[in-house]
């Protein structure tokens, strides 16, 4: 501030004497949430759990701009969205005690009784992303490939990249900026996933239980994609490359209860 001359976004600012203050603060945000639960308790060899969360985490703690009087009222990037849990457990109804085979006893007991089902799934929807300093096109010219991304609740690469004008024509780094750090309804690839287990329970004497396990992770092998870390100019839709959770996985147990 005192060379001959003071650039004119130095004076921009508030309080430009004091050219930048560090400070810590809280800001706003608030949260709507709206959670659902259903639930049958153990009842005839059946257990059932559904678990649905619909959230929105807004946030007003960061400023677009030096210049700017407010803070930015933006959606939260840890911001989950929907989330659906369902899960299960059945009891195979053969064997003593249960529907079918009450009389079994011996060879045929061991074999076919005592068995059980469970299966666990979640279904979500991915975090907003940080939408990097970019200059669209003229608003008529971006309309339909923003209104395409949010048709289908998520990013769409191939739409936002031809609303994006040519990164050797973007401003310089200290131009105002007017576009948003993001918006509720670009959001990274969901997430689904299917957990199942298949138990049978051998039983020896009046002491002995030995339980044989095969659990599957991810049964379908379904592949989750990681999230984009940004949307800049230079790599709209860019998706990382990995996997957000494991291919699947079958492992197989036996446990000994005396």
Known sequence: ???????????????????????????????????????????????????????????????????????????????????????????????????????????VNHVLADGSLAQSSRHSAECHQYIGDLVLLLAKQCAMPFAKSSALGTVDGSALRHSIRNSDIQPAWNHIRTLSTGFNFLRGP??????????????????????????????????NMGQWTALQFDYPGYIDGYTNGTPRVIQLGLRLSF
């Not at 650039?7 to 706003?28: C, D, K, W």
């Not at 051998?202 to 339980?211: A, D, K, P």
């Open 190 to 223: 969901g997430y689904w996933t299917l957990d199942a287990d298949v138990s049978k329970t051998f039983v020896i004497g009046e002491q002995f239980r030995l339980q044989f396990r095969c659990e599957a992770y991810n049964l379908t092998n379904k592949v």
């Open 1 to 107: 501030m005192s060379g001959p001359e003071v650039p004119r976004m130095n004076l921009l600012v508030p309080y430009p004497q004091f050219q930048s203050i560090h400070a810590i603060g809280t800001g706003e945000c608030p949260v709507s949430r709206m959670q659902t639960r259903i639930e049958r308790r153990m009842r005839g060899g059946f257990m059932f759990l559904a678990n649905y969360t619909w959230s929105k985490n807004m946030k007003a703690t960061n400023y677009l701009n030096p210049t700017d009087t407010h803070p930015e009222h933006v959606i939260e990037t840890t911001d989950p969205g929907q989330v659906l849990t369902l899960g299960g457990v059945y009891e195979i109804p053969f064997g003593r005690g249960r529907h079918w085979g009450k009389s079994w006893h011996g060879v």
